[in-house]
T-cell receptor
Framework: DAMVIQNPRYQVTQFGKPVTLSCSQT?????MYWYQQKSSQAPKLLFH???????NEADTPDNFQSRRPNTSFCLLDIRSPGLGDAAMYLC??????????????FGSGTQLSVL | AQKITQTQPGMFVQEKEAVTLDCTYD???????LFWYKQPSSGEMIFLIY??????QNATEGRYSLNFQKARKSANLVISASQLGDSAMYFC?????????????FGAGTTVTVRA
């Protein structure tokens, strides 16, 4: 039944060691989003894909990259994780990105720890 | 630019009672959507309820209702007959148009703890 699936649920990496988080969806939605959520804070949008078009938020550090190899799958790459990158990373999807009344569907998140 | 404000960091509510979570917003868009999401300790964001800026009726979904006051730019969530499983963090969020390119932006959240 799961519609937006994130793996792994928990990820531990070392300071400076590249890490990749994955997200897949069975909804056939056009738009996929990556949010970063630090403890007890609001989720913050990092970037999103509208189909193959990548849209980066102005304040997203260059350390964060994303790939979308196909419609169902999206990856978040952190090239050199720092201690400040420890957070929950949430993937979300929506059918369309250009209307106000459409909800986002979220995955369960990946909790990233940086040692 | 959009801004969503939730002024209650945490609330306690007795089981079976109602609770109101405050949310105010600021936008220059005429067309926008307001959402409430629940985030239990497991981390998943669960959609609860939606209100469109042109909707004249307040939205309701089971035990959830949204008290929408457009002139005051407020969209408070009311949870009736609270249950222990309602203990979670609740986020108010908005999608708007011209300035925000329809991205979903969140308030800071309110932690609700339901007491038996």
């Amino acid at each position: 039944d799961a519609m937006v699936i994130q793996n792994p649920r928990y990820q531990v990496t070392q300071f400076g060691k590249p890490v990749t988080l994955s997200c897949s969806q069975t909804l056939n939605h056009n738009v996929m989003y990556w949010y970063q959520q630090k403890s007890s804070q609001a989720p913050k949008l990092l970037f999103h894909y509208y189909d193959k078009d990548f849209n980066n938020e102005a304040d997203t550090p260059d350390n964060f990259q994303s790939r979308r190899p196909n419609t169902s799958f999206c990856l978040l790459d952190i090239r050199s994780p720092g201690l400040g990158d420890a957070a929950m990373y949430l993937c979300a999807t929506s059918r369309d990105g250009g209307i106000a009344n459409e909800k986002l569907f979220f995955g369960s998140g990946t909790q990233l720890s940086v040692l | 630019a959009q801004k969503i404000t939730q002024t209650q960091p945490g609330m306690f509510v007795q089981e079976k009672e109602a609770v109101t979570l405050d949310c105010t917003y600021d936008t220059s868009d005429q067309s926008y959507g307001l959402f409430w999401y629940k985030q239990p300790s497991s981390g998943e964001m669960i959609f609860l309820i939606y209100q469109g800026s042109y909707d004249e009726q307040n939205a309701t979904e089971g035990r959830y209702s949204l008290n929408f006051q457009k002139a005051r730019k407020s969209a408070n969530l009311v949870i009736s007959a609270s249950q222990l499983g309602d203990s979670a963090m609740y986020f108010c969020a908005m999608r708007g148009g011209e300035d925000n390119d329809y991205k979903l932006s969140f308030g800071a959240g309110t932690t609700v703890t339901v007491r038996a």
